[in-house]
């Protein structure tokens, strides 16, 4: 079983959730929000729009789009793999969003897992990762992929395919706050 960003996510958010979605396949219906489906709908625009376009203020010498990429920990599709003139790949990824002058752990997490997976499959370094925020101008804000997060990284995975493997009930997350967004909320003992 390989573990995708969604999921790590998912367990950073609550590590009930990996439990609830992935043990006991109770769905949690992402399809009916609002910005699960215009985040969707804007990966497919910007996906047409200049497929050849290369930033070369970033020093991008080639561009892949919409790489679905796979270990035998992770997999997930990347929207650009960016090749750079020094000999570095970087992932890029869309986000529907607005910056708000801080990167998210979320995102934070997503670009690491890709940063991961573009190093095994094409057998270079990957030293950054790139945000587009695409509500608020398309923004682009650079990210250091740092070993210190890919290896946190590597210790959720095994906690994930513990709780998954083991049939494991975790802990609920301390942010109480979350819980009252949560899907999981009416089934949930927190």
Same mark, same amino acid.
């Given at each position: 079983m390989s573990i995708t960003p969604s999921h790590i996510i998912q367990y950073l958010y609550c590590p009930r959730y990996i439990f609830y979605e992935y043990v006991q396949r109770l769905s949690e219906h992402e399809e009916k929000y609002y910005k699960v489906l215009k985040g969707r709908e804007m990966h497919d625009v910007?996906? %047409?729009? *200049?497929?050849?376009?290369?930033? !070369?203020?970033?020093?991008? =010498?080639?561009?892949?789009?919409?790489?679905?990429l796979t270990n035998e920990l992770l997999r997930g599709e990347v929207d650009e793999v960016l090749e750079l003139n020094d000999g570095t790949m970087a992932p890029l990824d869309y986000k529907f969003a607005k910056w708000e002058e801080k990167i998210?752990?979320?995102?934070?997490?997503?670009?690491?897992?890709?940063?991961?997976?573009? %190093?095994? *499959?094409?057998?270079?370094?990957? !030293?950054?990762?790139?945000? =587009?925020?695409?509500?608020?101008?398309?923004?682009?804000?650079e990210v250091p992929i740092e070993a210190k997060y890919t290896e946190q990284l590597k210790r959720h995975i095994d906690e994930i395919l513990g709780i998954i493997k083991h049939n494991r009930f975790p802990a609920g997350t301390t942010n109480r706050g979350a819980c009252r967004s949560c899907t999981f909320r009416s089934i949930c003992p927190q």
């Open positions: 910007k996906q %047409e729009v *200049n497929p050849d376009y290369l930033r !070369k203020n970033l020093g991008v =010498v080639n561009r892949l789009n919409a790489q679905y998210y752990d979320g995102y934070r997490t997503q670009l690491h897992c890709y940063a991961m997976l573009i %190093e095994e *499959n094409f057998g270079m370094p990957v !030293k950054r990762g790139f945000l =587009v925020y695409t509500r608020s101008k398309n923004k682009l804000v």
